[in-house]
């Protein structure tokens, strides 16, 4: 074999699909789209199969397979020749091609209907590249042998000491909320990345909520995530990073076979289609999940519109940066943060400006939270706000200290692990997207002070 | 054998991937311009590039037999159509005429799904064969459960 597989990596991503030609022992061949193939090692690929389709019947007959794998951006082509060895129902391999189709379920509503049956491992036999395919085209070469783009600059170091600049950035963070920001400015300055979240685990609902994000916009912060659901959901049930490339080429595939379920004896199991996280136009994503102590912390979340933009070398560089940044966040959870031993009250209560004007409304059956008719925030982080807002109305106080508020049992904060610090990063959040106009301002460790601009009128109200 | 509304879905400038065999049954596969349905809707012709189909019309020439695959990427809705060579010639200006047509299509449709008309335009598909089969099958090839079913079959 002259050419390497190892040298066709960016026809693995699953950009283009991939023909698969098979033959009966009867001597009549069989062609088809394959929408995903992996690489394994120099001498051997793997196929997800979820049907006992034709091919699958043909390889048991007659074990030879060819595959025509084209590159996502140049178009040049490579004829491969495959022989099936074996198929794979369980292990690490099966799980990594499993969480990907898994993924498509998910958003294409057809979670327990489309799965991986199994992982079929096949031996490369031959590599041919197909002369003539494409017509030369000088730019396309040089596009092709570009490296990683976010240290083209910088030599052959560069990756190490971006590796550094990002490490010692979050080893400096003295509390959540600088770790997170932390983490999103130099995956997104470094990798020049526009869009990036992060999403905190809360274990006590099985959810994640995002803290905090880049290139999305105000507003961001406090959009949940189910355990399972959608591609971040996947990625945090099973603690395993995934790529995607051509996010939008999978939902097609996905919905096409949902068409074919559809008028099956399954289309009752199918549920509703689920959006994409962030970007409704994103073309490749990589999710990180954060683990420390075999616990799921949260998830990292890259999203671009190029569909090739994140490569096998981003999600082991990031996933480097992940596991240091989850290990950070949860001794940041964990830690009790030593409180200012001063009494609450020593900040001046400002005064609201004339003329302005904010009606909160609490809605007791699922504890969320209105400004002017405008949803703000709802659970544990809606009971804080309502809490502090009415004590600050009535006039008794402005400021709060964390302690307080975990000793308060009408809260309900759990009584381990209570990841109040980020409750409260995330209710800040919210208050500055929503109505900066009311702030919660930090005036010393473990204590902060509401600030209003605006007169507040609080109203509780039992209809949803 | 191939229906009005089927023959307009499979002109209409798709992906399409052809398969052929060797005498020890081991596979090849090639992608091709398109293929136009005759007019006695019995028999397709697929325009295959010279240069990179030799090994597949080296395979035709040794036993005819052929799939060709068609795919409406946007959608996935693909169809495969299997049969028996009858006629391999260089293709005609009638023939370069529909397979720059088919090809046109094609380019269209891979723009559709993301690919830059700088690359998508290099793709070759000059000069080129023409490879009359009789269609002898149909499947229905869209991905999912019903993927492989038979749609038809010649008498």
């Known amino acids: ?464 | 054998m191939i229906d009005e509304t089927l023959a307009d879905f499979l002109q209409s400038g798709l992906a399409c991937a052809v398969a052929t065999r060797d005498a020890r049954l081991v596979p090849d596969c090639v992608l091709a311009a398109g293929v136009r349905i005759e007019r006695d809707r019995k028999h397709a012709t697929v325009f295959l590039h010279d240069t990179i189909s030799r090994r597949t019309l080296a395979n035709l020439k040794h036993n005819g037999q052929i799939a060709v695959t068609l795919e409406h990427l946007p959608n996935h809705h693909t169809i495969q159509l299997k049969g028996e060579v009858t006629r391999v010639s260089k293709a005609t200006e009638a023939d370069i005429a529909d397979a720059t047509r088919f090809h046109a299509g094609f380019v269209k449709e891979i723009e559709y799904v993301g690919v830059a008309p700088r690359f998508s335009r290099r793709l070759a598909f000059l000069p080129c064969h023409a490879v009359t089969f009789r269609v002898e099958a149909i499947f229905e090839q869209t991905p999912g459960p019903k993927a492989g079913a038979c749609l038809k079959e010649a008498p």
């Open chain 1, 1 to 464: 074999m002259s050419t390497r597989l190892s040298e066709l990596m960016d026809c693995f991503q699953g950009v283009v699909p991939t023909g698969i030609a098979t033959c009966s022992l009867d001597g009549r061949p069989n062609v088809t789209f394959l929408s995903y193939v992996k690489y394994l090692d120099e001498r051997h690929v793997a196929l997800s199969c979820q049907f006992f389709n034709k091919t699958k019947r043909n390889i048991a007959e007659n074990p030879v397979a060819a595959i025509w794998l084209m590159h996502p951006v140049t178009r040049e082509a490579h004829r491969v020749v495959i022989r099936f060895l074996r198929s794979e129902f369980k292990g690490p391999l099966f799980d990594e091609m499993a969480l990907r189709i898994d993924v498509i379920a998910s958003h294409t509503g057809m979670s327990g209907v489309f799965k991986l049956l199994s992982a079929d491992i096949y031996e490369v036999l031959e590599i041919e590249p197909v002369e003539g395919h494409v017509l030369p085209d000088a730019e396309a070469a040089e596009a092709l042998a570009a490296p990683p783009v976010a240290f083209r600059a910088k030599g052959t170091r560069g990756e190490l000491a971006a590796l550094q600049a990002l490490s010692d950035r979050i080893s400096r963070a003295e509390c959540l909320e600088r770790l997170i920001e932390a983490l999103l400015d130099s995956t997104t300055e470094l990798f020049e990345v526009q869009h990036a979240m992060v999403l905190l685990y809360d274990e006590t609902r099985a959810r994640l909520y995002t803290l905090d994000s880049r290139g999305y916009g105000r507003g961001g912060s406090g959009a949940e995530v189910g355990l399972g659901e959608g591609l971040i959901g996947a990625v945090a049930r099973s603690r395993k990073p995934l790529r995607v490339s051509h996010a939008g080429s999978d939902l097609r595939y996905g919905r096409a076979i949902r068409r074919g379920v559809e008028g099956s004896k399954e289309a009752d199991k199918l549920s509703r289609e689920i959006p994409l996280p962030g970007l409704h136009d994103a073309q490749s994503q990589l999710v990180l999940p954060l683990v420390a102590r075999e616990k799921l912390v949260g998830v990292l979340a890259l999203e671009s519109r190029d569909p090739l933009k994140f490569s096998d070398w981003h999600e082991a560089f990031l996933n480097v940066a992940a596991n240091q940044a989850a290990l950070a966040i949860a001794n940041l959870q964990e830690q009790e943060e030593p409180e200012d031993a001063r009494p609450a009250g020593e900040s001046q209560r400002l005064k609201p400006l004339a003329g302005r004007k904010r009606a909160f409304t609490f809605y007791p059956q699922d504890d969320a939270v209105f400004v002017d008719g405008q949803y703000l925030i709802r659970n544990l982080p809606g009971r804080i706000l309502w809490k502090i807002l009415r004590e600050f109305v009535s006039g008794k106080r402005h400021e709060f200290t964390n302690r307080e508020l975990r000793m308060d049992n009408a809260l309900g904060l759990p009584p381990l692990k209570d990841n109040l610090e980020s409750r409260l990063i995330l209710l800040r959040k919210r208050l500055e997207e929503k109505c900066p106009d009311v702030r919660m301002v930090p005036v010393r460790r473990g204590a902060f002070a509401l600030e209003s601009d605006s007169e507040l009128t609080l109203s509780e109200s039992a209809q949803p």
